[in-house]
């Protein structure tokens, strides 16, 4: 993992934390059946964390305190699409 990569997800856990403060978000990254976490922020909460696949190398998980019985909102998965389209999507290009 790249030093610029886990800048750029610690941007985008920070950004989302400020937006869903009560909650903790980490993004992993696959590699085949392994799931390496390169970013994290929040406060654990020892819930089942939601999945949201974003691509098929990059993971992110939310845990909140009602995660269990209602599932990450569309304009929530939207917004942290746009996250990753806006950190990690663009360092690749610059």
């Known amino acids: 993992m790249s030093n610029q ?28 059946k392994r799931i390496s976490c390169i970013a994290s922020k929040g406060r654990e909460l020892f ?3 939601h999945k949201i696949n974003l691509t098929e190398r990059f993971i992110i998980f939310i845990e909140d305190q009602e ?8 304009q ?12 990690i999507r663009e360092s690749k290009t610059s």
């Open 5 to 32: 990569l886990h800048t750029q997800a610690q941007k985008i856990c920070d950004e989302y934390i400020k937006h869903f403060p009560m909650r903790k978000i980490w993004i992993s990254e696959k590699f085949g």
């Open 47 to 49: 819930t089942k964390p």
């Open 67 to 74: 995660t269990h019985s209602k599932k990450v909102s569309q």
């Open 76 to 87: 929530e998965k939207q917004f942290l699409q746009k996250l990753f389209d806006t950190y």
